[in-house]
């Protein structure tokens, strides 16, 4: 029996593939980049196998393209991927988002955590800290959409909002007008929810989605 608190192989596996979707949310590893499971061990130092399981992991998820001979390579998002991932999730959270306001007293324990992320996201965007405004979104999300009580469709709005960030990343990374790319309203969603005000929900996601396609127009101009 392992020690407790020992590294399993299934933890290393976790282990990795959170490191590598680190990597490809930090813009190091670049959309079309290629790397082999040898390389991927060799840089940390691991045996293949933990190395393989992850890398088909993300694989799942979307965030690689697995080739039999060339090995893997971070997936590279179209301008027309964005808009479809923006119009999927607008379907998601306005079904789930409307069910969380209709709750949202009741959710008053747990809503004290989202607000403090709500606020460190619109902190970072404010500041254009697009490190720390990626970590925040996407916890902010996940525990805003574990609030429906329906597990699969909050992890569903995660990975789709892991990939809208992996589409997102390389454009981001540089531009000295970041602030004006990011939208920061996570603090107004939270506010609707407080209140139970569906309407006042879905008024903030439709202007989310509104700011994230003049976004992608922008980028096609």
């Keep these: 029996m392992p020690a407790s608190g020992g590294v399993t192989r299934s933890t290393l596996r976790q282990q990795i593939a959170d490191a590598l979707r680190d990597e490809i949310l930090a813009g190091r590893l670049q959309p079309g980049e290629e790397f082999t499971v040898k390389q991927i061990a060799e840089q940390y ?4 196998t933990p190395v393989r399981e992850a ?6 998820q979307g965030l690689l393209d697995s080739d039999q001979h060339r090995g893997f ?3 590279e998002f ?3 991927d964005y808009k479809g991932m923006v119009e999927a999730r607008s ?3 306005n079904g789930i988002f409307r069910k969380i306001t209709e709750l949202g007293a009741a959710h008053g324990p747990a809503l004290v955590s989202v607000r403090r992320r709500a ?3 619109a902190r970072a965007a404010r500041s254009g800290d697009l490190n720390i405004l990626i970590g925040y979104d996407l916890r902010f999300w996940r525990e805003l959409g574990a609030l429906a009580g329906n597990p699969y469709i909050s992890d569903f709005l ?4 892991m990939q809208c960030w992996v589409f ?3 454009y981001l990374r540089g531009r000295s007008d970041l602030s004006d790319w990011l939208w920061n309203g996570h603090g107004d969603l939270v506010d609707a929810v407080v209140k139970g005000d569906g309407d006042a929900a879905h008024a903030v996601i439709c202007a989310y989605n509104d700011h994230s396609l003049t976004w992608a127009e922008r980028l096609k101009r």
């Design 45 to 48: 130092g691991v045996s293949a």
């Design 158 to 161: 995660h990975r789709l909002r």
């Design 78 to 80: 179209s301008i027309e």
């Design 55 to 60: 890398l088909v992991d993300l694989t799942a």
């Design 119 to 121: 606020e460190e996201c």
């Design 91 to 93: 379907l998601v959270v």
């Design 168 to 170: 997102a990343v390389p």
């Design 73 to 75: 390579r971070v997936h």
